[in-house]
């Protein structure tokens, strides 16, 4: 099932204790229309506040179930959430492990002042960011490399920080919009997020294109920039 | 002074006993800034949920205030609300009653389910609109007019509701967005979301083309669409 959601509304994708999670809300939703408790799997576990445009997530059902069941728990979904296609798979099918690419987008407003109707959806960015510089920077993402300086430190411990980014670029939008696109074969914790911290540094001159290399080889998260806010990406889509 | 603001958050521009008000945040924060209580004057008093990208306001100062006035309340103001620049005024300018022309835009969002990311800034519309229709109809707008059938019923007795449209006009924007502008000066009470109530039946087939002067001439309410959610409503721009 193909899920959108408004990241703002929860406190991630994952089921947490205390905190409302997309998770949840699409559980109870699914649970309450087949009458029985059921678990989701998501093919990319979206942090606080990160929206979703092509979510996939997968459960397990027991009977067959028609194709247009996600019209039928819509109404059973928060208004954040909404359901836009469904289909059988196979049983070994795993919205998780299945996947072979993702695609992110990132938007930056570029304002000096805060941006009341972008708050929700963008980071705000108050400097001039020289663009070319941030394209020119985002070909050297492209490829198999380690990206463990973009992770999350807490969490790269012993991991395996390989990954293989097929396309990184910058689209500019209306509005003073500029969004980075970024696919790849899987992402590590916060690294979307912080390739665009870092991209940003390139843009506004703190770092220059030449340091982005440098940044990579270096495999150490201080390098790069910071871990730019959730509420401006999106998990735009998932190749099985 | 020109305010941009996400009117999601506020129950209308006007100061109210008991909800949150755009204006009473923006009067605390001059208030706060001056070190004096200061009441604002709105060019357009916006409902519940209508939001603004360039609503204008006055106020008295006795002292001189510097042009970058803007830049030093934004940090007083909330998130929901900038300050986008400001000017000294003649004493007998009134942002209110000096205004000469409006335009607002009323963004539909065409979506067969409902649209968590465009909910909070749209009207989700989810019967296809016969673009075509609606254009044409638009142009029976332009010209003075008694709007009386687009006015909430309980605000018009007795009142001159004449106004003059100088401009009114449908925009196909990406995401399947349309935006309605219209022009005029001066707006009814709920005229704007009451036309695009039916500017949307006549794009859906309820109305013909040929209905929209006969709503007009009716001058009654009972015979014009439904008004439209706020939320997809914006103050444009204000001219002098």
Redesign the interface.
């Known amino acids: 099932m193909v899920l959108?959601?408004?990241g703002g509304d929860f406190n991630g994708f994952q089921r947490q204790r205390s905190h409302p999670s997309v998770q949840q809300a699409v559980e109870e939703a699914i649970s309450l229309k087949l009458q029985r408790p059921v678990t989701v799997v998501a093919a990319g576990r979206t942090d606080a506040g990160v929206?979703a445009?092509g979510q996939v997530i997968h459960f397990d059902s027991d009977s067959l179930l028609p194709t247009d069941f996600h019209?039928r728990i819509?109404s059973l979904l928060p208004?954040?959430?909404?359901?836009?296609s469904c289909e059988r798979v196979d049983d070994d099918f795993n919205a998780r492990f299945s996947a072979k690419r993702k695609t992110y987008r990132y938007d930056i407003c570029m304002s000096k002042?805060?941006?009341?109707?972008m708050?929700?959806?963008c980071h705000i960015c108050v400097y001039d960011l020289d663009l070319d510089a941030m394209r020119a920077a985002c070909a050297y993402l492209v490829g198999e490399h380690d990206f463990r300086s973009f992770a999350l430190s807490e969490s790269v411990k012993e991991k395996n920080t390989v990954r293989t980014v097929y396309d990184a670029h910058i689209e500019e939008r209306d509005n003073s919009i500029i969004s980075f696109y970024i696919t790849g074969n899987g992402f590590l914790h916060n690294m979307v997020r912080s390739i665009v911290g870092t991209l940003i540094d390139i843009g506004r001159g703190r770092f220059s294109l030449g340091d982005m290399p440098c940044i990579i080889d270096a495999k150490d998260r201080r390098r790069a920039g910071k871990t730019v806010s959730g509420c401006g990406l999106y998990l735009v889509s998932v190749e099985y």
Chains 1, 2 share one sequence.
Not at 79 to 84: E, F, R, V
């Open positions: 959108q959601y408004d929206h445009l019209y819509n208004d954040s959430i909404a359901a836009l002042i805060h941006a009341p109707l708050r929700r959806y």
